[in-house]
Nanobody, 133 residues
Framework: QVQLVESGGGSVQAGGSLRLSCAAS????????MGWFHQAPGKEREGVAA???????SYADSVKGRFTISKDNAKNTLYLQMNSLKPEDTAMYYC???????????????????????????WGQGTQVTVSS
């Protein structure tokens, strides 16, 4: 049974930092693409960052240069280091995983991941991040 459990959310002031973690279990971690999404009240869930099974990373424009995604295969854990936080980063943050085999060859793996994970992936329960000005 696949399980993703996020932690590390909280309340910080603008300019502060947080590190989110996502502990994964129930599958071969290294064969999956993983990513972070966020959803603010009244808005759609959006991709924040993702990391491919080979370690390639991709970021939403709004977080480039401020957020860093990484993973520790030995610990089956995904991370999101968030620096220089802004009030607009306030949202529920979700961890997601998609088996690499779902992603077709060619084109953008990140675009494919962002679309296909919504239908075929696994999701955590979310962790709240609140940034005050």
């Amino acid at each position: 049974q696949v399980q993703l459990v996020e932690s590390g959310g909280g309340s910080v002031q603008a300019g502060g930092s947080l590190r989110l973690s996502c502990a994964a279990s129930g599958y071969t971690y290294s064969n999956y693409c993983m990513g972070w999404f966020h959803q603010a009240p009244g808005k759609e869930r959006e991709g924040v960052a993702a990391i491919d099974s080979d370690g390639s990373t991709s970021y939403a424009d709004s977080v480039k240069g401020r957020f860093t995604i990484s993973k520790d295969n030995a610990k089956n854990t995904l991370y999101l280091q968030m620096n220089s936080l802004k009030p607009e980063d306030t949202a529920m943050y979700y961890c997601a995983a998609l088996k690499r085999g779902h992603i077709p060859d060619g084109g953008s793996w990140y675009d494919s991941f962002s679309q296909l994970v919504r239908s075929f992936g696994y999701w955590g329960q979310g962790t709240q991040v609140t940034v005050s000005s």
